[in-house]
């Protein structure tokens, strides 16, 4: 994706700060604000935040699985579904 068609001053956020977050919820694209010519932030709409938030900690639990495949921790299915029965029938 490129954003150089998103890259707005931080003039044009004062300015046009409703204008600003119609556009992020309509468009779902991020917004890069500048501050003397460099990029200072990224704004982006609530519901697209907390997507990336969700896929984050999707990854993590994935790489975390990873982690403990690596270390040998990781048990095949069906012993584990046999592990939970036996719990179950002995309540």
Do not use: C, W
């Amino acid at each position: 994706m490129r954003y150089s068609s998103q890259v707005k001053p931080i003039s044009y956020l004062k300015a046009n700060a409703a204008k600003v977050l119609y556009q992020l919820t309509e468009d779902r694209q991020p917004m890069v604000i500048t501050q003397n010519g460099e990029a200072k932030a990224v704004l982006q709409d609530v519901a697209t935040f907390e997507a990336t938030q969700e896929t984050l900690a999707l990854l993590k639990v994935l790489a975390l699985g990873n982690q403990e495949i690596e270390k040998g921790k990781a048990k095949p299915i069906a012993e584990v579904v046999q592990h939970l029965r036996a719990k179950r029938t002995h309540k």
